[in-house]
């Protein structure tokens, strides 16, 4: 059964712009992985103040390949032997988000235009 995955970021006021050039800088690297559907940034208008990672999954397999994966671990930054460079040396870039919730959902129905 095809899954969604929702991720709720909490960021400082301001970095919107900063989160939005990382995720644009890595979106290939999810696109290729198997199992994948569909990814989509939110930002937020009105209301709520956090971003939401919007992704969609095969199944629930195929998301958690994709998160013990090493192309997560480095487009998330957790890749590194330590926190303070990258995989060539150089500085590595700081966390932009405060926080974040992993909100879970299997698909009961899906409707696309055309279809």
């Known amino acids: 059964m095809s899954?969604?995955?929702i991720n709720a970021i909490t960021i400082p006021p301001g970095m919107g712009p900063q989160l939005e050039g990382r995720f644009a800088g890595r979106a290939k690297?999810?696109?290729q992985f198997d199992g994948f559907?569909?990814?989509q940034l939110l930002r937020p208008v009105e209301g709520e103040d956090r971003y939401f990672v919007y992704t969609h999954w095969a199944s629930e397999e195929h998301f958690q390949a994709w998160m013990n994966s090493q192309d997560f671990a480095k487009g998330h930054?957790?890749?590194q032997a330590d926190g303070n460079t990258d995989a060539h040396g150089g500085q590595a870039r700081q966390p932009v988000a405060?926080?974040?919730d992993l909100l879970s959902f299997e698909v009961v129905e899906h409707v696309v235009k055309g279809s």
């Open 29 to 31: 690297m999810v696109e």
């Open 77 to 79: 930054g957790t890749g």
């Open 98 to 100: 405060q926080g974040a």
């Open 37 to 39: 559907e569909d990814f």
């Open 3 to 5: 899954v969604v995955k």
